[in-house]
């Protein structure tokens, strides 16, 4: 009897599967058009790593990512400054000569300023505000008193960015002690 009942067993079975697969096939066929067909959708816009450019002026458009409030926004691959206001609005924007190293992306603080005196490559400057220090290489912002922004020298760990005497002197005025400072790629 266990033989014959696990025959019939199987033959239910399969007639099930059978019967299960024919009206999954009548349904399929009879779908309509506008159901059971993948749509096609345009692909999601892919945010830009770079500040975007705006063509009448490329320099007021902020990076993506530096925050709100009352900050010293700094674009490593972009060599640019932002100094943005409370409001978030952009008070002034400048190109900047980097350093031989550059500081990690993060938001720093203003940690010292001094109105002048040698620089690590030893080129008197002024207006120096500086941000942060790694792996003994110190970062901050300042202005040669000559108006010079050539190149460092690349055979030094240099972290000053440079910056025009004009623009010195405004990031001066803005960055004060524990302002923050976000830098971003």
Do not use: C
């Not at 770079?50 to 530096?66: I, R, Y």
């Not at 943005?84 to 010292?112: H, I, Q, S």
């Not at 030094?156 to 004009?166: N, P, Y």
Request: charged letters at 20%.
């Amino acid at each position: 009897m266990a033989r014959s009942s696990s025959g019939i067993v199987a033959g239910l079975t399969a007639a099930a599967i059978v019967a299960v697969g024919f009206l999954a096939y009548q349904a399929s066929a009879n779908v309509p058009d506008s159901l059971g067909k993948p749509q096609v959708k345009a692909s999601p816009k892919a945010i830009p790593s770079k500040p975007p450019v705006d063509k009448k002026d490329p320099a007021v458009l902020l990076p993506g990512g530096s925050g709100t409030g009352e900050r010293v926004v700094y674009s490593v691959g972009g060599h640019r400054v932002w100094l943005v206001g409370a409001d978030d609005k952009v008070r002034r924007t400048f190109e900047v000569t980097p350093g031989t190293v550059d500081p990690l992306p993060g938001t720093y603080a203003v940690t010292n300023r001094n109105p002048a005196r040698a620089g690590s490559d030893g080129v008197q400057v002024e207006h120096i505000v500086l941000f942060t220090t790694q792996q003994g290489v110190v970062f901050g912002f300042s202005a040669a008193v000559d108006g010079s922004t050539a190149a460092p020298d690349a055979s030094k760990k240099l972290g000053g960015i440079r910056e025009s005497r004009a623009d010195g002197a405004a990031m001066w005025e803005f960055a004060t002690s524990q302002r923050k400072v976000v830098v971003v790629r």
